[in-house]
């Protein structure tokens, strides 16, 4: 079962713009994860956050939570088009190292 | 450090026949995690390894199996494949467990069944 959601499914901007993908999720949480993954290739950790963190930045990406909605949003500032991939937010399950994942955001960036 | 390596990337197999992934984890990392993509599922989580003794499992029949070695390594096993049993198949591995959950992932297996 999937318990984080994104929103938009596919977004499509132009070299340059900002992009901003959210997550909505179910059941409380001990931190959230960002991951980022080109055409069927494994996925690459870009950020986690703490339930008691509500913002994070790491280089051109920021990240907010807001466990009272129960969402997050990662944005990317001034894209390029190697950041063209499929973003997915992935929350930790009640115990251990189990990840529950998103359907994910297609991202494509147009030169 | 090197990555997360899985072996083989390519597997092209019928229906009924068993399949063995296997995946290296980074080295010093003693949790590993096994997770299936699909278009229609995405990303569903099999189970996870740690010191040798799977703690969290997915939910998926019992044809899906795993085990680590004592060196971290595992593998995952699939008997009497389906056709939706085609995917790929991630793994990845972190440090020690709960406190640590950045989970480093590998290139996956592709496994196709005819």
């Known amino acids: 079962s999937q318990q984080g959601e994104e929103d938009p499914q596919a977004l499509s901007i132009q070299e340059g713009e900002n992009a901003t993908m959210n997550c909505s999720y179910k059941?409380?949480?001990?931190?959230l994860q960002w991951y980022r993954q080109n055409s069927g290739r494994g996925l690459v950790h870009l950020i986690l956050?703490?339930?008691?963190?509500r913002e994070k930045h790491s280089g051109r990406l920021r990240v907010t939570l807001d466990t009272s909605k129960k969402s997050s949003s990662l944005l990317i500032t001034a894209s390029r088009a190697a950041d063209t991939a499929s973003y997915f937010c992935?929350?930790?399950?009640?115990?251990?190292?189990?990840?529950?994942f998103g359907a994910g955001t297609i991202l494509r960036v147009k030169s | 450090k090197a990555g997360v390596t899985q072996t083989p990337r390519y597997l092209i197999k019928t229906r009924g026949q068993q399949v063995t992934l296997s995946c290296s984890p980074i080295?010093?990392?003693?949790?590993v995690s096994w997770y299936q993509q699909t278009p229609g599922q995405g990303l569903q989580f099999l189970f996870e390894?740690?010191?040798?003794?799977?703690?969290n499992k997915g939910n998926f029949p019992g044809r899906f199996s795993g085990r680590q070695f004592s060196n971290s390594r595992s593998e995952m096993n699939v008997s009497t494949l389906e056709l939706g049993d085609s995917a790929l198949y991630l793994c990845?591995?972190?440090?020690?467990?709960?406190?640590?959950?950045?989970?480093?992932f590998g290139p996956g297996t592709r496994l196709t069944v005819l």
């Open positions: 990845a591995s972190s440090p020690q467990g709960p406190l640590h959950n950045e989970q480093f």
């Open positions: 059941t409380s949480i001990n931190n």
């Open positions: 956050i703490r339930s008691n963190e």
């Open positions: 992935a929350t930790d399950g009640e115990y251990g190292n189990k990840l529950v």
């Open positions: 080295s010093g990392h003693r949790s």
């Open positions: 390894y740690f010191s040798e003794t799977q703690r």
